[in-house]
Every structure is written in structure tokens, then in C-alpha cells.
């Protein structure tokens, strides 16, 4: 008997989890499984084609998110029509709640007039305990069960009779690449000796758009004062055109790589990191590189955003351990002056990057689930247990 399996991934990030998940479902399943929805490279790897580009929906913020409306309205009745005509036995949304959470209400809505029978899971929570606690409650009424990637998330959702487990993160999963930092320096003609900075802009244009011209300009600075610091930008193929463009003009010792086999050997080559809030925070934990977060949104987003964020800090880490071990420069603190002092601090305090590393390992081992199985393993058995 087969099984199918809707997944809808919005981001980069998202496709990741959505990979290992579908791996693991392939893994521990009896009966074979039929997957479709939205994928990224590296879900449709493992489950073939997807039903539009994920970059469709990888748009963030308010304001940013207004142009695009008309597209996003046309790929959600996309995926609705979808659901309608395959039926299948499960549809998983993952993250990207602004896409995800207004599909599930136009399912549940099919579901509750008999039109469908399909169990809806929603895999990572939305920040609740950030703003919006009484979210927590609207969003029981869209799903059937909620995979959380925190271990202090469930205490949220429970409460308003949604079934919710934490799963873990499956970053946490992740082995890295046998590729060395003497090869990764190698290959690109970097001296075993300097120093190296990642530049980490984010996985959406528009994010590239505002942060990476910071990022540079705090490089050119550091530049100057270090001699011989090279400058590696690790992205995503689909992004190279932006980043060299942006950057055509720039007399940086630059080193720009897609490759996904040199992404984590140039993290881990890196002396210090300057990076976009979001998942990468956690990547560059895994890699043991000292890092310095910066963000800017459209002032618009921002100013909302600001009056109802409940929390201290952006990063994962930060959250989980309570103190800042990324230090955050966020909107009018993103500032160059800001960004390269935190940055020059790492580069000459080997003292501070000890310190990182320990706090990052302290942090991640908090990211496992119990029962000595991965996180990916522990998010499949709850889905298979729900068809």
C-alpha cells in the first residue's frame, strides 16, 4: 500500500529539514511512500520534482512581502488544487508560517466539510514565546500535531490540546565533510597563516540586498588593519549572480564558493564569522566559529516587529543558554563601527573563541531528543505514527 506525503518547504533552511526527514521516513517506513509539494534541491534529490519553485516563497517581512502577493496567492491555490486531486495522506508544512498556516486553514476548512481526510503537521513552532503567546492557540485549531525544533517550546502549544513533541534540530545531525581547512586553504590560494572572515548575508535576495553592502564595508575596515585577511562569502548557486555583482566593484581579497562540499570547510576555516540571523547561526555553532550576528529588516517590518518581540536575543544559542555568546547588532545597531569591533575583538581574543566553542557545544548538546535517536529519526516516527 503506498502512502503520500505532501511536504512544503519555503526556504532554504526548510529544505534541509525536509530532506532528512523524507530520508528518515524512507528509512523506518513499511509500506511505501509517495512524496509531492514544495521542495528545494536538495528534497527534490530524494523525492523528485516540485510543484513550483521554493524560492517563490522565500520572502520575509512585511513590507518586503507586499509585492509579491499576487504570486504567493497563485502558488497557495497551486498547492490547494494540488491537495484536492492527489488526496494525500499527510500534508507537512515546514516553517514559513505566513505560507504555511493559510494553506493548512484552506485544508482544514476542506477537511471539516468532509472534502478531505488528510492529517496536518506543522515541523519547527513559530516563535509564540517571542510575541504573540495567545498564537500558540490559533494555531492548535489549524493542525494536528506540531514538531518543535526547542526543547522549551511544547509548554506553549500543549496547553490548547495540539499534540506537540520535540523532535530536536537536525542540524545537530549533521557530520562534517572529511575536506580539511588546509585543502579548503589550498584550493583557494589562502595562507595556512592569515586570518579568514565568512560572510554569511542570508539565503533570501532581499536580505543579501540590505546586509551584505554592511558586511562589506566592515571587511574593508578589518582589511586594513589585519594584514592579509582574506574574505570567503559561502552561498547557495542560485545566489552567485547576486553576490558577484554586488561585490564587482570591491578590491577584497574575495573568495565566493556554492560548492555544498566546501560550505562547512570554509566555516570551519574561518577565524571568525559575520552572519544573518537564522539557521546559519546554528551551522557556524556546529563548526565551532566564532561569530557576530547582524540584521537589518525594511523599517516598516522592523517597527512592528519591535513592539511585540518578548525576547532578549535572535540566535538559537543565544536563547538556549540565556547570555550572548553570538553577539547581536540588530536595525540601527548594525552599524559598521559596531560590526567591526565585535568582529576585531574575536580576532584578538583567543580567549573569547575558546570561550564560544564551549558555549556552543554546552548549547547543542540540548538540541538532541531523548532516546538516543536522531532528530530526523524522532520527527519521522511521529509522523508514520500518525497514518
Not at 271 to 290: D, F, I, K, M, R
Amino acid at each position: 500500500m503506498t502512502k503520500k506525503i505532501m511536504i512544503i518547504a519555503g526556504e532554504a533552511s526548510g529544505d534541509l529539514l525536509g530532506a532528512r526527514l523524507m530520508t528518515a521516513l524512507k528509512q523506518h517506513a513499511t509500506e511505501h511512500l509517495q512524496f509531492s509539494g514544495v521542495f528545494g534541491t536538495q528534497m527534490q534529490e530524494i523525492g523528485g520534482s516540485s510543484l513550483f519553485p521554493m524560492e517563490d516563497l522565500s520572502v520575509m517581512g512585511i513590507a518586503e512581502v507586499l509585492p509579491h502577493i499576487p504570486k504567493i496567492l497563485k502558488r497557495l491555490q497551486t498547492a490547494v488544487d494540488h491537495v484536492i486531486s492527489t488526496q494525500p495522506d499527510v500534508v507537512i508544512t515546514i516553517d514559513s508560517p505566513g505560507f504555511s498556516f493559510r494553506l493548512a486553514k484552506k485544508i482544514k476548512a476542506l477537511k471539516n466539510n468532509g472534502k478531505l481526510k488528510v492529517v496536518l503537521i506543522h515541523y519547527v513552532a513559530p516563535s509564540v514565546w517571542a510575541w504573540k503567546p495567545k498564537r500558540a492557540a490559533k494555531i492548535a485549531l489549524l493542525y494536528d500535531k506540531l514538531l518543535t525544533l526547542l526543547p522549551f517550546e511544547p509548554q506553549y502549544f500543549t496547553p490548547h490540546g495540539l499534540s506537540t513533541t520535540f523532535v530536536g534540530h537536525p542540524l545537530v545531525e549533521l557530520e562534517l565533510p572529511p575536506l580539511s581547512q588546509n585543502t579548503f586553504r589550498t584550493t583557494h590560494n589562502i595562507s595556512p597563516y592569515c586570518h579568514v572572515l565568512a560572510l554569511l548575508a542570508g539565503s533570501r535576495k532581499g536580505e543579501i540586498a540590505k546586509l551584505l553592502p554592511v558586511f562589506l564595508e566592515t571587511a574593508e575596515r578589518l582589511v586594513k588593519r589585519y594584514a592579509g585577511l582574506q574574505v570567503v562569502l559561502p552561498t547557495l548557486p542560485h545566489l552567485v549572480p547576486l553576490l558577484k555583482k554586488l561585490t564587482q566593484h570591491s578590491t577584497l581579497p574575495l573568495h565566493i564558493t556554492s560548492d555544498p562540499a566546501e560550505k562547512y570547510a570554509a566555516l570551519q576555516t574561518a577565524t571568525v564569522a559575520l552572519a544573518a540571523s537564522g539557521t546559519v547561526s546554528l551551522e557556524l555553532a556546529l563548526c565551532q566559529t566564532p561569530t557576530v550576528i547582524g540584521y537589518r529588516l525594511n523599517a516598516l517590518t522592523a517597527a512592528i516587529v519591535k513592539k511585540v518581540v518578548r525576547v532578549k536575543y535572535v540566535s538559537i544559542i543565544n536563547l538556549l543558554l540565556d547570555k550572548p555568546v553570538f553577539p547581536e547588532y540588530l536595525q540601527e545597531n548594525c552599524t559598521v563601527e559596531n560590526l567591526t569591533n565585535a568582529v576585531q575583538h574575536y580576532l584578538d581574543t583567543p580567549a573569547a573563541r575558546d570561550a564560544f566553542q564551549q558555549d556552543c557545544h554546552r548549547a547543542l548538546a540540548m538540541l538532541h531528543p531523548e532516546g538516543g535517536i536522531s532528530p530526523s529519526e524522532k520527527a519521522a516516527a511521529v509522523v508514520l505514527g500518525a497514518i
